[in-house]
């Protein structure tokens, strides 16, 4: 099965930059998403790793490491609007299901 | 519409009742799924749909929840003598699963609140 821990909560400035961890475990890996989840809303992409290294897509870029299971979401120039929970999810070996870890709560504050 | 329509947006039972919520994914998504998010948690996969294969059931709590997908496109999902634990917000989404991003799009949910 799948496996994944990502931290409860996090608070950044406005304008500043963050890194959100998600280490998760996985018996076959067939890629690492990250999705925005703004409170009373439905989940939106964000991003999806499958080899390592960064990828980067505008304020937000995505860093996977296959061998230690490791992935990061790095927000820059933190915006009032980037407060939300980011979801890190894995998809089960063999198929396409995916397993959601239980999301990280970012608050920006001024 | 242009996106994933589930329906109804809210739903307030009485304990014992059955539900039904529904989603309508994109038009040509072959791959639909059910997760449940109860209030402050993750996303708790229920049933994965794709294509005509037989779906992942592996998900659902217990067998008081049942879905089915028919013609390839709309989904129901049934809660059989609800509890207050079921009390949640449902969540559908669906896939095209061209390439290999596996993009899902959500619905906006079905919220339900078990008295």
């Known amino acids: 099965g799948q496996n994944i821990d990502q931290p409860t909560e996090m608070t950044a400035t406005e304008g500043a930059i963050v890194q959100i961890n998600c280490t998760y475990q996985?018996?076959?890996?067939?890629?690492l998403f990250w999705y925005q989840q703004h409170a009373g809303e439905a989940p939106t992409f964000l991003s999806y790793?499958?080899?390592?290294g960064l990828e980067e897509k505008g304020r937000f870029s995505s860093f996977l490491s296959r061998s230690k299971g490791y992935s990061y979401l790095l927000l820059k120039e933190l915006q009032m609007k980037d407060s939300a929970s980011y979801l890190c999810?894995?998809?089960?070996?063999?198929?396409?299901?995916?397993?959601f870890g239980k999301g990280t709560k970012l608050s920006v504050i001024p | 519409g242009a996106g994933v329509s589930q329906s109804p947006s809210n739903k307030v039972t009485e304990k014992g009742k059955d539900v039904e919520l529904r989603c309508d994914p994109i038009?040509?998504?072959?791959?639909l799924y059910w997760y449940r998010q109860s209030l402050g948690q993750g996303l708790e996969f229920l049933i994965y749909?794709?294509?005509?294969?037989?779906?992942?059931k592996s998900g659902l709590p217990s067998d008081r929840f049942s879905a089915e997908r028919t013609g390839g496109s709309v989904s129901t999902l049934t809660i059989q003598r609800t509890q207050q634990e079921d009390s949640a917000v449902y969540l559908c989404?669906?896939?095209?699963?061209?390439?290999?991003?596996?993009?899902?799009?959500f619905g906006e949910g079905s919220r339900l609140t078990v008295l």
């Open positions: 790793n499958v080899l390592d």
């Open positions: 989404a669906s896939a095209a699963r061209r390439g290999n991003t596996g993009e899902l799009f």
């Open positions: 996985t018996s076959g890996f067939n890629g």
């Open positions: 038009s040509g998504h072959t791959a």
């Open positions: 749909f794709q294509g005509n294969s037989a779906p992942d």
């Open positions: 999810a894995v998809p089960g070996a063999g198929s396409y299901q995916l397993t």
